[in-house]
């Protein structure tokens, strides 16, 4: 802003001035002295007009550079916002992604060697079920064998003892009939004449009570003695007693998968068969398996029917409950949810 500034003072002068005049009378020159002072008033004016526009300038410059540092300043914290959460998915996804592929492999396996242990199971269980029912044969042969032999020797051995003290044996039976049972059959039948006359009815009562359960118990035991008859005879109707006189097709289960690799873009290929099958025919059956399966013109995967998709959701949820529910661990829990989790996302295609 301009403004003005007044100052005062006085200046100070002397000096002397030669004079000369013409004569006149007489004529002649002299010196004049003279001094004195002289005031002074000074008015400076300061023009800031050009100062204060390049102020002006300045500021807008600042201004302006302070707009583009608060810019830079935001833009560089949401680029660091954005790649720290880039780099934090990319972390978070590859490390889900490898614990899906591992839990993936670990329930493969466990699977083969449930699958495995299961066929063991059931073909020892079978092997002992034909050997318990040689033994029960072999013991019921034996024991009908030493059970008549030794009733032969009790019928021997009571006739020879007889034979021995024939007259001992006679006195006794006669002692027995005439002086001890005679009176106990009189008293007996006096009791009976007695309790029939009086509570014949309860008798009857009774008696029919007891031939009732009598005739239960009998019911009982005949279906369980002939429990395994029943059984067989129930698998023999489902089987044919046929010959063949040329071979035919026989249709076993195979279970065919194909995994990403963790390392690369490639893809493996598991096929697994039931262990009754020979080795050279299970590796003969895993090649035209992989071989048909992994050519997609000539499998022609298509998405399952609803029917379809529906039934392999109950087993599946069935299986994955009997494996994981009844754990408490919290480990298996989120496994059963993660499984779970990829199960009902996963897309289900068949031939």
């Not at 008015?43 to 100062?51: A, K, Q």
């Not at 129930?234 to 071979?247: A, G, P, Q, T, Y």
């Not at 065919?256 to 099958?277: A, H, K, Q, R, T």
Request: glycine share 6%; with cysteine; charged share 20%.
């Amino acid at each position: 802003m301009s403004y003005n500034r007044s100052y005062h003072a006085s200046v100070q002068y002397s000096g002397s001035v030669g004079y000369s005049y013409p004569a006149s009378e007489h004529g002649g020159s002299g010196t004049a002295h003279y001094s004195g002072s002289v005031p002074v008033d000074v008015t400076i004016h300061v023009d800031t007009n050009p100062f204060d526009g390049s102020i002006n300038r300045f500021k807008s410059s600042v201004n302006v550079l302070t707009g583009s540092v608060v810019a830079m300043n935001a833009a560089q914290c949401a680029a660091i916002k954005q790649t720290a959460q880039e780099v934090s998915a990319s972390v978070i996804n590859g490390f889900f992604g490898m614990i899906n592929t591992e839990l993936s492999q670990q329930l493969q396996a466990l699977d083969s060697a449930i699958n495995a242990g299961l066929g063991l199971i059931q073909s020892q269980g079978k092997a002992v079920t034909e050997k318990k029912g040689d033994m029960e044969t072999d013991y019921n042969r034996i024991s009908s064998r030493y059970v008549k032999l030794f009733a032969d020797l009790d019928d021997e051995c009571y006739k020879r003892i007889i034979a021995l003290d024939r007259p001992s044996f006679n006195l006794s039976r006669k002692v027995l009939r005439e002086l001890i049972n005679e009176s106990t059959c009189d008293a007996a039948a006096v009791n009976l004449i007695s309790i029939d006359e009086t509570s014949s009815s309860k008798v009857n009562v009774f008696v029919s009570s007891m031939n009732r359960k009598t005739l239960e118990i009998l019911q009982t035991l005949h279906s369980y003695i002939n429990q395994e008859s029943n059984i067989k005879s129930l698998i023999d109707s489902f089987l044919f007693n046929e010959e063949l006189n040329e071979k035919m097709l026989i249709c076993i289960p195979v279970i065919w998968s194909e995994s990403d690799l963790l390392e690369g873009d490639g893809v493996s290929n598991d096929c697994y068969i039931p262990d009754p099958v020979e080795q050279q025919g299970k590796q003969s059956i895993s090649d035209k398996v992989n071989k048909y399966c992994g050519n997609t013109e000539k499998a022609k995967w298509k998405s399952a029917d609803k029917l379809e998709k529906e039934t392999l959701n109950r087993e599946f949820n069935l299986l994955a409950e009997t494996q994981f529910a009844s754990s408490d661990e919290e480990i298996q829990q989120r496994v059963y949810k993660t499984m779970m989790s990829l199960w009902q996302n996963a897309e289900t295609l068949s031939i």
